[in-house]
């Protein structure tokens, strides 16, 4: 959300360039502040489509765990999840422990 507050100041690609820097320490700091990172603070929060989606998916693999749980999904509903292992399609509900740091950097280099 810090990087977006500070997009929203420019008003023109020029401005966006010249952010560079100040938004790349931004990143750096959520870089580095991953490793200290409180697992209940990295919760994906997915609205599923349909029920025919891959099985070998992190979506598949909570819909797998609300199940378990006896839980009913449907499309439509937010998922909420950590990803455990992002390699294996592995997520928790609950019970946070170790989360997969390289799948949420992955993201943060998207953002």
């Known amino acids: 959300m810090e990087c977006f507050r500070k997009l929203s100041e420019a008003e023109n690609r020029n401005e966006i360039t010249a952010m ?62 950590l990803v455990v292992d992002s390699k294996r399609k592995i997520v928790k509900l609950r019970d946070f422990g170790n989360f997969d740091r390289s799948y949420y950097l992955r993201l943060l280099e998207k953002a």
Not at 39 to 59: A, D, F, K
């Open 20 to 81: 560079h820097t100040e938004l790349f320490d931004i990143y750096r700091k959520f870089v580095e502040n991953l490793e200290n990172a409180r697992p209940e603070e990295l919760i994906v929060r997915r609205v599923l489509g349909t029920l025919e989606h891959s099985m070998r998916s992190l979506e598949a693999s909570a819909v797998r765990e609300y199940e378990k749980l006896g839980i009913k999904v449907m499309p439509g509903m937010t998922l909420e999840f």
